[in-house]
């Protein structure tokens, strides 16, 4: 089983819906991360939480919003989708360690129309 | 102007070329540094960290110069298998990475 999963792993949805993203992990880590990647961009941080307590904006967090429900569960909200929030989106965990691995989830292909 | 920057590619070698990558990375406080491997529609996964005194992984060497700031990654005898996006990412504080958007390569036999 993955370590780190995702759901779900494609949607289609329409301008103005709101759309959640799941993320879970069975690595024990308490870091996690949310990031948006777009052609020609690379990968761009969203949010990311160092525990239940912590959570905090990244590079671009406007238009998004995330819940820690616990250790291993880091949900990422679009309130009210738009065209240019179309992208592949990661989760990704890692340990407390500066110089620590992160070790991403599979990914979610999100198509706003 | 990004903070980490890569040549995109692409780059096409055929089988068994040695090709070298480089990156460039604006934040001077940045205090870790990384290669990451992204296949086609995949999550990116750890190639292999980078360090002053530079590292090897079998067919692959890592160098760092931070006082150009400055990251490498030279792959030898390339296969088919190492096609791939090559991520170069600087790590921040708080375990933070900051990606650059890629160098695709496309090895042919």
């Known amino acids: 089983d993955a370590d780190v999963t995702q759901t779900p792993r494609n949607r289609i949805t329409k301008t103005g819906k709101r759309i959640m993203l799941e993320c879970s992990q069975t690595k024990g880590h308490d870091r996690m991360y949310w990031y948006r990647q777009d052609p020609g961009l690379g990968l761009r941080l969203i949010y990311y939480?160092?525990?239940?307590?912590?959570?905090n904006k990244g590079e671009i967090s406007d238009g998004y919003s995330v819940s820690r429900q616990a250790q291993a569960k880091f949900s990422l909200s679009l309130e009210s989708a738009i065209p240019n929030q179309t992208a592949l989106y990661f989760c990704?965990?890692?340990?407390?360690?500066?110089?620590?691995?992160?070790?991403f989830g599979p990914g979610t292909r999100l198509t706003v129309l | 102007r990004k903070e980490v920057e890569q040549d995109p590619g692409p780059f096409n070698v055929p089988e068994g070329a040695t090709v070298a990558f480089n990156c460039t990375y604006s934040?001077?406080?940045?205090?870790?540094f990384f290669w990451y491997r992204q296949d086609c529609r995949k999550e990116p996964k750890l190639l292999m960290s980078?360090?002053?005194s530079g590292n090897e992984d079998g067919r692959f060497t890592a160098q760092l110069n931070r006082a150009s700031q400055y990251i490498s990654l030279l792959i030898r005898d390339s296969k088919l298998s190492d096609s791939a996006t090559y991520l170069c990412?600087?790590?921040?504080?708080?375990?933070?990475?900051?990606f650059g958007a890629g160098t695709i390569l496309r090895v042919k036999s």
């Open positions: 934040n001077s406080a940045s205090q870790s």
């Open positions: 980078v360090y002053s």
């Open positions: 939480s160092f525990d239940v307590k912590d959570i």
């Open positions: 990704a965990t890692s340990q407390v360690r500066q110089s620590d691995t992160q070790y």
């Open positions: 990412v600087a790590g921040e504080y708080g375990n933070k990475l900051v």
